[in-house]
């Protein structure tokens, strides 16, 4: 057989070698000390010049052609190891792109809304979500009758066990558990039972505000407020103080930030008003500092409970309060 042939040969037991163990076996036989290659090489020796040059470069492509042959294959036969192997994934697949995740619109305006308010030199207090009827209801003076009491707007857990209604029962036990001054934001998630439309869910965030120094007037919640929309919203925001009633606080109002998605000009977000429903607020009524034992002759406070889901809304220029609890990711994708 001539050297060409025996290359031949040789590439083919390469190919043809079923396994790891056979493919050593190939090597060994071509290449190996007392192998074919060697028996070549001591057989040109024999040769005239002239023969011997032309038989020697054959040889040589024969050892290089194997060996690079021998090569891919133990590498084929390793990574399909590592395929097939139960215990491992396969190194040699490119990696899967899963994306980046985001804050949901609802934390980002938690976030930056907390931000801007202990930049105001307010610190963050919580509750629970489940809630007593009193913390809720009673020690914010809301009357035994008030039809916010009832099973028909209040998710009841038990007798005197709510799902809190707002953020304001968190005013409640602050102010049982620390003296004056007080100056603390609560965001957090609210329930009622509403009937799910384009504003309105029956789970939904506030921010409350409590502080309580002394002197505190309605000037001061204007201005603070005021302040705040600026930072959250952009210089160019308009806040409306409109008279309202709550029992836990008196005066009452509530105010209202200019649509942002329309700059006041109306649209479906404002509902053609130009103006957007934020936040209820007021001077706390000293029948709440009676329930918690604060002196109401020393001490004054104002309170708020802002809307989150009203700022996103106008913040992103959302049209259905919806949208942010279906959880389509292309939806919140948009404000990553
Ligand atoms: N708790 C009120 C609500 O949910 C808002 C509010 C908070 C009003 C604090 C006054 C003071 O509507």
């Known amino acids: 057989m001539n050297i ?3 290359k ?3 590439l083919n037991d390469v190919q043809s070698a079923a396994d790891a163990a056979a493919l050593e076996a190939v090597r060994i036989k071509w290449l190996g000390r007392s192998g074919q290659l060697p028996a070549i090489m001591k057989s040109l020796g024999a040769l005239a010049p002239e023969a011997r040059r032309e038989a020697g470069r054959l040889a040589n492509e024969l050892k290089n052609e194997v060996t690079a042959a021998l090569d891919a294959r133990k590498a084929a036969f390793e990574s399909a190891a590592v395929r097939t192997s139960a215990s491992a994934f396969d190194v040699t697949l490119p990696g899967r ?6 804050l949901h619109p609802i934390t980002q305006v938690i976030e930056r809304a907390t931000a801007i308010f202990r930049s105001m030199g307010f610190t963050v207090a919580s509750g629970p979500d489940i809630e007593t009827v009193f913390n809720n ?6 009357p035994e009758d008030h039809p916010s ?4 707007d209040t998710f009841y857990l038990k007798e005197n066990t709510i799902l ?3 953020t304001s029962p968190v005013q409640v036990r602050t102010m049982l558990a620390q003296k004056p001054p007080i100056r603390i934001i609560a965001p957090g998630r609210c329930y009622r039972r509403d009937t799910t439309d384009a504003t309105h869910s029956a789970s939904f965030h506030q921010v409350e505000g409590l502080y309580v120094d002394r002197k505190v007037s309605l000037a001061d919640l204007k201005g603070d407020v005021s302040y705040f929309a600026k930072q959250m919203m952009g210089p160019d925001v308009k806040v409306r103080f ?3 009633f709550f029992p836990f606080t008196e005066p009452s109002v509530e105010y209202d930030f200019s649509c942002h998605v329309c700059g006041d000009k109306g649209c479906r977000v404002c509902k053609q008003s130009g103006w957007i429903e934020i936040s209820g607020a007021g001077l706390v009524n000293p029948r709440v500092f009676e329930h918690v034992g604060i002196d109401a ?8 409970g802002m809307g989150v889901e009203r700022i996103a809304m106008i913040l992103f220029g959302i049209g259905d309060i919806r949208n942010l609890y279906e959880n389509d990711v292309r939806f919140l994708a948009q404000f990553a």
């Open 149 to 152: 009491r009832a099973p028909t």
């Open 297 to 304: 002759n020393e001490w004054q406070g104002y309170a708020f």
């Open 164 to 166: 809190r209604t707002h």
């Open 97 to 102: 792109w899963r994306g980046l995740g985001s």
């Open 242 to 244: 409109r008279p309202h």
């Open 137 to 142: 209801f009673t020690a914010l003076n809301t």
């Open 8 to 10: 031949k040969q040789a």
């Open 4 to 6: 060409a042939e025996q």
